[in-house]
Each structure stands twice: as C-alpha cells, then as structure tokens.
C-alpha cells in the first residue's frame, strides 16, 4: 500500500503569544496575509488562522478583523482555510464561532474539553519597560486564572450553528480525556467520520510532550474511532519539531507556525512561519515522506473544496 503523504498546517499567529515576544509573529493584517500565503509556498497545505486587532496585536474574533485578510490569502494560494473557533481563550463560544460562521471556510478547530489553559510563566521572561503595548503584561501575566471552556453544552451549540455549513473540525485534543468527549459527541451524531483530530502536547493544562504520551494518546483514539478518523500533531514550545518528526514517521500529519512556538531551534527565534514549515518539510521528505498538496490534503480530510467558502 502507498504511504500516506504528511499534510502540514501552519498555524500563523494564534493568541498565546503577543508582539513583545517577537518581531516576527504577525499581527497585521498585511503580515498575517503575507506570512500565510509564504507558508503554503514552503509546502503547507493548511492554513490555521486567527485575527488580531490590526494596530496593537491583541487577540480579536470580531469577522472584521478577518475580512481584510481571508481574500488576499484566497486570492494567492491554493491552500485550505482553516478559522479558529478558539480564539480570545476567555470569550463565549457564541462570539467565537463567529468568524467560522461568516466566512464558512473548508475547516475550522473545534476545542473538545474545558481546562486551565495557562501561559503565566513567559511574563516573568519580561521587564517593564520591555513590554511594547499596553495589553501585554497583564493578558500573559493573568493566564494562571484562564478557564478555556468548552462544555459539551458549547460543542453541541458550535457543531449545530456550523453544520449548515459542511465545515470540517480540527478536533483539539490536549489531553486523552478529551478524545472520550470527542467519542461521545460523534456517538449522538454531532460529527461525521472521518474526524481530524490534533493530538496537542504540551500546553500548560493539557498533556505534556513526551513521546509515551504521543503513543498512548494514539492508541486510545484507534481504540475508540478505529478506521474513522485522521490525525495530526501539535507539539507547543519545544516540542514543536520533534514531534511533528515524530508524527510523520508514525504515518500522521503535523502542525507548526508561531501560534504554537516561536521558535526555530533551542533559543533562536524563528524568522518567519515559513522558515518553520521548510525546516519540517525538508526533515520530512529527508526521511522519506512525501508533504500532501492542498488538494491532496482536501481528499485525505474529505473538504467542501475551495469553492464553498465565504470570501
Ligand atoms: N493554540 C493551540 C494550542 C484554537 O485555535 O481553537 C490550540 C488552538 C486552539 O489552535
Ligand atoms: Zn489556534
């Protein structure tokens, strides 16, 4: 049987971290656009995006932040469109579909449990007069009291406004009991086979990054969903590489992007999205995978297709 080809998604901005921590992660429209369209040209055949508030870089859901964007990335690659349904971890879920609801794009994630979502500790990295807006200190400092919640009351509320809409769910999953809700929510036919799911390590609050977890993580989903669903991994901070490295050998696919790290390699910054996503393409195919185009990727994932979408 051929070899699965890896389907890579670059996650360009993403809320956790803010303009201070690096000058590359983008918040403006003009350099969300362009870091996505430079990160499908480097081989990423999904795109997962958020939106910031165009002047100061803070985490927004509001569609009008969106709007200058989606087009623009439409318009100069082929990729899919993925929207975070995730985005201002403290919001309601009514506000955070919101932009998945405008735009109707191929897919959007869709968050599987409530948890401590927390990222307090890259504050105490930060002096004073180090932060560049005012916004910073306190949304980094105040994440230790962050509930990101996502009852199964909001995922039912999500997947019945979006059905209408043939999206496809990035499951996130950060941590094992999150792929039983997953189980669950398809046992009363609120997601079709077959599901994506994103195994996520290493977030503060979910499972950490060791490879075990990876394993048994993977194993707890064949379990439970069998032929009926896709995968990807998602490793924050560090991890990133390696268990993407990981993911490809085990015959899934895999996230990168600074939403996740900002990184390049241990304690150097990364100079763009696309400087990660070629990292981990070329580590990909030097061991002999092949990277999925993004029309590759629609028929992996089973996508509306391109044509369907809102913008
Ligand atoms: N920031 C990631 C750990 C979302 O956008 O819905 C998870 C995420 C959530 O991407
Ligand atoms: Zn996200």
Redesign the pocket.
Same mark, same amino acid.
């Given at each position: 049987m051929a070899k699965q080809k890896t389907i890579i998604t670059c996650?360009v901005t993403? %809320? !956790?971290h803010t303009p201070t921590m690096s000058d590359a992660l983008p918040f403006t429209y003009d350099d969300i656009a362009q870091q996505a369209v430079d990160a499908a040209e480097a081989g990423a055949s999904i795109l $997962?995006l $958020?939106a910031r508030h165009n002047e100061t870089g803070a985490p927004s859901v509001n569609p009008d932040d969106f709007a200058p964007f989606l087009p623009r990335i439409k318009q100069s690659t082929n990729a899919v469109v993925n929207i /975070?349904?995730?985005?201002s971890l403290t919001l309601s879920i009514q506000d955070r579909i919101k932009p998945a609801k405008t735009f109707s794009p191929e897919m959007c /994630?869709m968050?599987m449990g409530s948890m401590n979502f927390s990222f307090h500790p890259l504050a105490n990295r930060y002096s004073e007069e180090d932060w560049k807006y005012d916004w910073e200190k306190d949304y980094v400092a105040n994440s230790d009291q962050n509930i990101f919640r996502n009852t199964f009351r909001d995922i039912k509320e999500a997947a019945e406004t979006l059905a209408p809409h043939g999206i496809k769910f990035e499951h996130?999953c950060y941590d094992v009991g999150h792929l039983y809700n997953l189980k669950y929510c398809m046992d009363i036919g609120l997601f079709k086979a077959p599901v994506f799911i994103q195994f !996520?390590f290493g !977030?503060m609050g979910g499972i950490g990054p060791e490879v075990d977890n990876l394993i048994f993580m993977k194993r707890t989903a064949d379990r439970l969903f069998g032929d009926d669903y896709r995968w990807s991994v998602?490793g %924050?901070g560090g991890a990133q590489m390696g268990l993407g490295t990981t993911a490809s050998q085990m015959g899934g696919h895999l996230r990168v992007g600074l939403?996740?790290s900002l990184f390049i390699s241990r304690g150097k910054l990364a100079a763009s999205n696309a400087q990660q996503v070629a990292k981990i393409r070329r580590i990909v195919e030097d061991l002999g995978c092949e990277i999925a185009s993004p029309d590759e990727a629609r028929e992996i994932l089973d996508l509306k297709g391109g044509d369907s979408v809102s913008f």
């Open positions: 996650a993403g %809320a !956790i $997962h $958020h /975070s349904t995730g985005g /994630s968050n996130e !996520i !977030i998602l %924050a939403e996740d």
